[in-house]
């Protein structure tokens, strides 16, 4: 009893934390303490009153997120300083927050309906569920990860370097990694499709904001019938959304939208198998008929669609499978 006491203890005291941490990092509580701030400062800056800062800080040092080497002060500890760098806090507080939703999609399992498809999602759960999965493309973290993920992958950076280069995503949500992509590539234009129109208007948003909305348009369009006259050099097609009944047509039809020599990129789910958060994503995605596939499962796949030479690039964010159209 008392070890299943202390397994459950446990299992809830995460959870709670990573509500709180969630809470910090949204409101932007912890953006206050980069450097050591006494509880009345943080009070003032946060607005809250000193006995709930107090409380905060408390639990968030028990968390071992802040630490404090002097009576009243507190400062982000070792381990979290980071988050203050490079906008690492914006990508962790939006994984935080898919986290939070796919946590509720999980319970979901257990009943016979299951939790609602991605596509039924209420749009605010369907956008931090996609945001947890993407780049924060206004981050200098995203395009360092993003030119890390370009170096591990030469065939797709070469091919992102010519002139006049055509970009097309299938399955783009807010399409943080375009977004990315295209800040660091400035001579590709690009164009995102998907099924959610509610993602798609965030990431017009964005492009705006980031200043390549005249290289990036948006199709609200099944990406099995997305068409276009002109052929593009790459296709990036984020399969894992994708589920079992849609994906020939939408491979049939990325082959058919790349020119010869165009190259297919796709992200693998699985980098792991045996990781628990692997067993959960098996669980969830599995629940929309995606199959949850390995990277040579995938090559497999691409081969049977007629791409050729597949290769897989295991990067710092997560495995990508590359393919040519012969
Ligand atoms: C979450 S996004 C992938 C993230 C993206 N790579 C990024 O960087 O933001 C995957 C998207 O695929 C879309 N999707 C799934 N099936 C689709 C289909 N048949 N046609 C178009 N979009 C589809 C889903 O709506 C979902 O938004």
Known sequence: MAELNEAVGALGLAAQQTALLRGALT???????????????????????????????AAL?????????????????DTYAPLLQHGTDVQIANQLAGAAVQAQLLEKLFTTDGPDRYGDLPDP???????????????????????????????????????????????????????????????????????????????????????????????????AAFSDPEPFDVV???QFFFPAASRVKTLSNAYDRL???????????????????AALNVALFRSWDIPVLTAEELGTELGTAG??????????????VVARRP
Not at 31 to 52: F, I, W
Not at 307 to 320: Q, Y
């Open 236 to 238: 990036f097609w984020s």
């Open 307 to 320: 791409f050729t030479a597949p290769a897989v690039h295991p990067g710092p964010s997560g495995t990508l």
């Open 125 to 223: 759960d369907r956008a931090a569920l996609a945001a947890g999965v993407t780049l924060a493309p206004s981050t200098a973290l995203a395009r360092g990860l993003m030119s890390q993920l370009l170096e591990a992958t030469p065939q797709w950076q070469e091919l992102l370097t010519g002139d006049d280069v055509r970009y097309l995503e299938l399955g783009c949500g807010l399409s943080g990694g375009l977004l990315t992509m295209l800040q660091l590539h400035p001579r590709v234009t690009a164009v995102g499709v998907d099924l959610a129109g509610d993602l798609l208007d965030r990431a017009r948003v964005q492009a705006a904001t980031l200043g390549v909305a005249d290289r990036v348009r948006y199709v609200h369009a099944d990406a």
């Open 27 to 57: 409101s932007g509580f912890l953006a206050h303490c980069a450097d050591e701030v006494s509880v009345e400062d943080l009070a003032r800056v946060t607005r809250l009153s000193p006995g709930r800062v107090r409380d905060l800080c």
């Open 61 to 77: 040092r028990a968390a071992e997120v802040l630490a404090s080497d002097n009576p009243g002060r507190y400062r982000l500890s």
């Open 259 to 277: 020119r010869p020599g165009g190259l297919l990129v796709t992200p693998v789910l699985l980098t792991g198998p045996d990781t628990p958060q």
